[in-house]
């Protein structure tokens, strides 16, 4: 196992993204490291049926992260202008939803959160 306190983010790809969902993670979690999953448009990617073997590699990629760091916890990020989903918030939302629910239904023992990452490139917690 891996020294300090880790958790876990699926995110896209774009750098713009990166370090708000790292800093949210750490400041909510409590841990001084944050794994980092990236596909473009990720949501998109795990609410539909679309392509098992990227849903696959995106779990696969968690449990690693879980199993040998300790996760505590994983993101799952939407965010703004984003290039791999260009969709409108509203529907990105309930992908957020949707992936979620998929992740949990993993059955890993950790917290799994919805973030946000809006146009000024700040991360937020959605309930």
Not at 104 to 111: A, L, M, N, Q, V
């Amino acid at each position: 196992m891996a020294e300090g306190e880790f958790a876990a983010v699926i995110n896209c790809m774009d750098g713009r993204t990166q370090i708000p969902a790292i800093e949210i993670m750490k400041k909510q979690f409590n841990v001084d490291y944050v794994d980092t999953i990236t596909e473009p448009g990720p949501i998109k990617i795990l609410s539909s049926n679309d392509n098992q073997s990227q849903i696959d590699s995106i779990k696969n990629r968690l449990e690693i992260s879980i199993t040998k760091h300790g996760s505590k916890a994983v993101g799952v990020v939407a965010h703004f202008d984003c290039a791999g989903n260009p969709v409108e918030k509203k529907k990105q939302l309930l992908q957020l939803d949707r992936s979620v629910e998929l992740i949990k239904s993993w059955g890993y023992d950790i917290k799994v959160v919805k973030l946000w990452i809006d146009e000024n490139w700040s991360a937020y917690v959605i309930s």
